[in-house]
């Protein structure tokens, strides 16, 4: 037999597992097969498929899947297909919107609440975000890790380019921005891992960072805040915020800077001014540790190192209500950019409390339970550990709860919480339908 015969070749390994993998993905799927998989799902599911990809999106748009089971919402005597032209596609997206909020505000405040924790860096770290189902963790390490919410595997890794220390860190879809030491450095996401590191001194003590691209701005120890441009690299406005230490900073899309002082005041400007346009005391007696903005209901949230927390109008800057929540430091807040309604809000206590946006009122404080209801190994002999969490009653007392380190930072998705508590773990509640 001729050793070099089709029958005798065989494609190499590489091949064989591209193939396999390929067929294994999702996109292996025609539209047919889309089309029958959506048609079970109801309402909020279809919704969050919409989300993922444009593809899908069009598969359920093609079929008016989501106008069929919001016309079935409703309660309709009939559902044909012909009927459905009364549902414009601008009605059903503020409906879904409403409904998406409403399970949102439901869920935190009464659901049932899990926890998966991990272990997802060697020492201790204190800060995280989340954006689109994906979670990025650092400070503390030389490293800052990208997870998925959902699976919670390990998505990739940024290492730090010296021993200059990780301050702060924010992410979009393209790339990673981090302040490290007295510099700004960015990590391109996909294509050439390439690392940009801006020169040193750039920054007087950067305390905090927030980034909108293409700006990133650094609240320093002087009082001042700088904003750096990426596509000059360089410095392009230098505004005096505070007589303090700036604490906390907010950046809004619509290039509003708001900064909180360890002294207690907050301060206000813009891109458009190389000042500030406003200032007021938010309190008299205790430092902003954390800020929180709201642009479509024009509210700023502020939390305060004494465990107040209070909400001011934008428009009218007056105090709208001020709430102790907590008798610590409350570390940060956060909330879906489009709900108006609830405010998750986490300190030294360690306890997770969702707070009236409207009122200020506490609805629902959480803790975790130590002891796990399950665990399970993935990749790297890492452990996902299940956890259960519980509503505590206004008359528990919270000092003689064991084991509750300090909640350092949160972010919040939809139906979920990820928490940083200056451990070695990071954690994702996720909350139910009651």
Known sequence: MDPMSSANIRPPASAKRHRRASLTSIDALGDDALCVIFAFLNLVHLIRCSAVCKSWRTVISKLKLLQIQYHKLQQADSASVSDLSNYSEKLINIQMEQLAMDQQRSSLQEGPVRVFQWKAHSVGFNKCRMKRGLILTGVGDKVMRLWSAESCKGLDEYQLPDRAPLIDFDFDEGKVVGLVGTRICIWRRFGTRDLFSSR??????????????PQAVVGCEDGKVRVFDMYS?????????????VSSLCFSDEQLIVSGSSLGSISISDLSSDQRVVSFDATSSAGIKTLCLSP?????????????????????????????VSPNVLYSMHHLRSDASTLVVGGIDGVLRIVDQGSGNVLSRCIMENSSISSRSTDKNKVIEKKKAIRLTEDDRIDLLPNRPPITCLAVGMQKVVTAQSDKCIRVWKFGNK
């Open 296 to 324: 479509s209901s024009y509210s700023l949230f502020c939390g305060s190192s004494t465990g107040y927390a209070s909400c001011w109008d934008l428009r009218t800057m007056r105090r709208r209500w001020e709430t102790r």
């Open 200 to 213: 040193e001194g750039l920054f007087t003590r950067g305390l905090c960072m927030c980034y909108v691209d």
């Open 233 to 245: 690299k360089k410095i392009s406005q230098i505004i005096k915020m505070h007589p303090g230490a």
